[in-house]
């Protein structure tokens, strides 16, 4: 789901951004940075991302927004996963941060869009929803065949190895064809040094996450019970990969649901081309 096989992201620090914390419902310290004035939005990345990566998005949605992007459990400030690590605690970690901010709209990529749309379940707090390519499983788009490879070679220390098992893994239509031994020459040119220890850091806790995506495999009926109204986004290969099909299923299944193509976007659209993705994102939370 959160695989990049390109130039490494420019880190963007914008200015007036400030970090926070709060306790979630287990009481793990869990931080976010906010940004802007107007309605409080709550932005959630994705399995190998970290709310600075965000900054670009949010400093975009804070000309209208109250921006809020959690550093999700694991990553920068917040606290560790916990030995009880699940969809649930990312949930509550969600409800904490919508407490303390009061907000009514949430952004969620990838995986998450998941937890968004988890999140979104029976909460009559949340008015809309955008998600982008969200990482929910549907007939095993996410399957954990790689996992057991991938964590053996994390324990060897064999990090590039076990980020390719990953990405060819969790991305069989497109990385998952490219030759390993091509990929290994291509990555660490590809990839900026500083973004691949990032991506090595977040794969261990990157593993549970998949693993419960695939432990739903095929609940997304369960998103009828969403009230909020659903912005469902993808990418231009949204009909090549499990996290773009998802897309239109879930459109069957959300009450109040509409989606939107980017025909010249990838995968990683909020973060590339963050302004673009914005403009629909704001405009949908405004109504206009």
């Avoid at 969600?94 to 029976?122: D, M, P, V, W």
């Amino acid at each position: 789901m959160d695989y990049r096989l390109t130039e490494g992201f420019p880190m963007i620090s914008i200015p007036n951004s400030k970090e926070e914390t709060l306790h979630s419902k287990d009481n793990t310290i869990i931080s976010y940075r906010t940004i802007g004035t107007g309605p409080a939005v709550i932005v959630i990345p994705g399995a190998l991302a970290l709310a600075k990566d965000f900054d670009k998005f949010a400093y975009e949605l804070s000309h209208h927004f109250t921006v809020h992007t959690i550093d999700r459990r694991g990553r920068a400030e917040s606290g560790p996963r916990g030995e009880d690590y699940s969809i649930i605690k990312e949930c509550e970690d969600i409800e904490a941060l919508r407490e303390q901010t009061q907000a009514k709209y949430i952004f969620g990529h990838s995986f998450g869009g998941f937890i968004a749309l988890e999140a979104a379940r029976n909460n009559k707090y949340i008015q809309k929803v955008a998600v982008y390519e969200p990482g929910v499983s549907i007939d095993q788009s996410v399957d954990m065949n790689w996992a057991s490879e991938c964590e053996t070679q994390l324990s060897q220390q064999k990090y590039l190895d076990a980020f390719i098992s990953f990405a060819q893994g969790i991305n069989p239509e497109t990385t998952g064809k490219a030759p390993r031994w091509l990929l290994k020459i291509i990555l660490p040119i590809a990839i900026k040094k500083a973004e691949r220890q990032q991506k090595y850091h977040l794969l261990a806790g990157t593993i549970l996450e998949h693993g419960e995506a695939a432990r739903l495999d095929n609940t997304y009926e369960n998103y009828q019970e969403i009230g909020a109204d659903v912005l469902l986004i993808s990418g231009k290969d949204g009909n090549a990969t499990g996290a773009g099909r998802s897309v239109s299923h879930l459109a069957t299944v959300v009450p109040s649901a509409k989606m939107e193509l980017f025909p010249k976007l990838d995968h990683f659209g909020p973060e590339k081309k963050p302004k673009e993705v914005a403009k629909s994102v704001s405009s949908f939370f405004l109504g206009i």
